[in-house]
T-cell receptor, first 113, second 114 residues
Framework: GQQLNQSPQSMFIQEGEDVSMNCTSSSIFNTWLWYKQDPGEGPVLLIALYKAGELTSNGRLTAQFGITRKDSFLNISASIPSDVGIYFC?????????????WGLGTSLAVNP | KAGVTQTPRYLIKTRGQQVTLSCSPISGHRSVSWYQQTPGQGLQFLFEYFSETQRNKGNFPGRFSGRQFSNSRSEMNVSTLELGDSALYLCASSGSAGGMETQYFGPGTRLLVL
């Protein structure tokens, strides 16, 4: 099925470092969502973006909806050990009954204390 | 408000058997989506139900089916299980946040087919 190009695939960083990951699509979207998944659990919504150019923060997390509507990035500042997990982006273009979310393959984040 | 609940959390079946998984959405949510998650494949969309009707469908064989009840609870069924059906099956319910829809996931059902 259709998927987003999410990068990097994995990251290993030191505690306190900043992290950046992004997703790109060949199609335009009008919704971008960022999720985090811990082992053995379902993804948890971090940030939702609904307008091109929108920049939204949630604590140490900041995400932006690209102006072209084909990309989005997520930044994590001053990483801590509990940031470990897999981060997924998802996008949607709502058109009639076409409401499926398209998913990236995830960015696996490891934080060295 | 209680979150999305899925039962059972873990399940072991053998090839050829069938399985039914259950999902209860967040109260007030009318849309339920199902996903299959396997390592390296990310989240693969199975289907979405809204008001007891299937509204969207992914590219899975007919062995995968679902339904939604009048109270928005949903079930998915996999018949004639294959080894490749081993995966984490996630259910997500959708509601409106500020007029826009976002999906909230349950903890998943981990299915192992032997």
């Amino acid at each position: 099925g259709q998927q987003l190009n999410q990068s990097p695939q994995s990251m290993f960083i030191q505690e306190g470092e900043d992290v950046s990951m992004n997703c790109t699509s060949s199609s335009i979207f009008n919704t971008w969502l960022w999720y985090k998944q811990d082992p053995g659990e379902g993804p948890v919504l971090l940030i939702a973006l609904y307008k091109a150019g929108e920049l939204t923060s949630n604590g140490r997390l900041t995400a932006q909806f690209g102006i072209t509507r084909k990309d989005s990035f997520l930044n994590i500042s001053a990483s801590i050990p509990s940031d470990v997990g897999i981060y997924f982006c998802a996008g949607r273009f709502n058109a009639g009954n076409n409401r499926k979310l398209i998913w990236g393959l995830g960015t696996s984040l490891a934080v060295n204390p | 408000k209680a979150g999305v609940t899925q039962t059972p959390r873990y399940l072991i079946k053998t090839r050829g058997q069938q399985v039914t998984l259950s999902c209860s959405p967040i109260s007030g949510h009318r849309s339920v989506s199902w996903y299959q998650q396997t390592p390296g494949q990310g989240l693969q969309f199975l289907f979405e139900y809204f008001s007891e009707t299937q509204r969207n469908k992914g590219n899975f064989p007919g062995r995968f089916s679902g339904r939604q009840f009048s109270n928005s609870r949903s079930e998915m069924n996999v018949s004639t299980l294959e080894l490749g059906d081993s995966a984490l099956y996630l259910c997500a319910s959708s509601g409106s946040a500020g007029g826009m829809e976002t999906q909230y996931f349950g903890p998943g059902t981990r299915l192992l087919v032997l």
